[in-house]
DNA sequence: TCTCGTAAACTTCCATACAAGTCAACAAGA
DNA sequence: TCTTGTTGACTTGTATGGAAGTTTACGAGA
């Protein structure tokens, strides 16, 4: 089940080529405009976008490293599929790291945040009724919000590349599960870090993020071509 | 203080070329052989290893990737200075992540795994008399040990990414602390797995790896010149 | 002496040609 | 029919020339 995404293809041609074409193979991509198994050819997309074979290549370079495709030398370069196990484990480091960030915080006890978190609640329960990537949007910013506050900038930077993973399989998952309770969620995190008991809100951060491994089967069983390597046996820690 | 390190520049002209430049570049970025603040030319590196700019100019893009070189166009390519906050940062992922593997191991029990670990334990003593690089080696493979019998090699990959501007600190570092005491603390960390004890496990892992906040400031005022925004405020987590 | 404009010497970025490897179609022969 | 070798159309990797931007040196003029 694939849902209609807007694809943001703007192209300036007076500014440098590699980041455009960069942003806009990435996005196609993740938004499954370009499905798992796609082949892309430098030169096809060089004559599409009307620009040289070079900047194409350089875009295939930072996106095989970032895991979304994969350079055969002399064959063919391919969408990756939905790595699984990827998938499991950038969800575990995920919940290793913002189970600390929640747990710094709720020493600290910043009433500015406090403040900041509760009216992005009621922000995202609005759009939770009306777009899902809008939704998406809003649950990206709470936890930037978290990992800034802490002063973790730099390591929210390092997650956002294995977000690129997730954020796949969340595209796939448009519309399928409440997002009400994620906000809920959310606000359980923000009572306990008001609260200044980390336990709990590493705990409370912990529960949230397991969420997506509850989810997960349903989305793979409904789009097995763009999975690889399931296996439910991995799902249990 | 720099110390004397050993330089793989070997070169087979029949492979590729790119991942051969690339190694190359990136050891001598790390082991200071190419201190922060170096220029990089694409056309002199061409010249001095008698390959193309291509190659040197895709090496330069996966550098600055990973942050270990600076690319501003039409001006010129840097190695960066070990950038502090970063440092921090990373040290603080690779606490929480590794924290989380090890109480898993202590959960599931594996004799074969203890045995290897206490077997490396005693390499790592042999080694930390001697060899200050071929201890960093060992210290890699332990911990990378532990990520993979946790069945998480990805999130491993992962945090080797992470490591480079670390390890940039470490070979700074050579020769500078008891490396009898890091086997100690590995020791700890086993002795806990083996006892089942998941909360012991994770705080010992985590304490050994808060050494690093220790050691420090030292090696920063003894390398001022390697270092960006270093800041003592920041350390203090 | 100081300011400012110019030109030359760099830098990376982009385009293009060719090299080398792979694959698929197809025909010849058993 | 099956096997096998050849050929050609692909693929990405590498080399190289030129475009566009920046910095630096330097001299003219005040």
Do not use: C
């Amino acid at each position: 089940m694939v849902h209609e995404v807007v694809i943001n293809d703007a192209f300036d041609r007076d500014a440098a080529i590699t980041p455009q074409i960069y942003r806009i193979l990435r996005e196609r991509i993740i938004k499954n405009d370009l499905p798992p198994g796609s082949k892309l050819s430098e030169p096809e997309l060089a004559r599409h976008y009307e620009i040289s074979r070079q900047p194409v290549r350089e875009t295939f370079i930072k996106l095989s490293e970032e895991g979304l495709v994969i350079v055969r030398p002399q064959r063919k370069t391919q969408v990756t599929k939905i790595d699984f196990p990827t998938v499991l484990q950038s969800r575990f480091v995920r919940e290793a790291v913002e189970a600390d960030i929640v747990s710094e915080l709720a020493g600290s006890a910043d009433r500015a945040l406090i403040k900041d978190l509760r009216s992005q609640l009621k922000n995202q329960l609005k759009v939770a009724k009306t777009s899902r990537p809008d939704f998406i949007n809003e649950d990206t910013k709470f936890h930037r919000t978290l990992a800034e506050a802490a002063g973790k900038e730099i390591a929210w930077k390092f997650l956002e590349g294995l977000n690129s993973q997730m954020d796949r399989v969340r595209f796939l998952s448009l519309g399928q599960f409440p997002a009400e309770q994620l906000v809920e969620e959310h606000g359980k995190i923000v009572d306990q870090i008001e609260r200044q008991d980390a336990t709990q809100a590493s705990a409370a951060m912990r529960k949230h993020l397991r969420r997506l491994i509850n989810d997960l089967p349903k989305i793979v069983r409904e789009n097995k071509e763009f999975f690889d390597r399931f296996d439910p046996e991995l799902i249990d820690a």
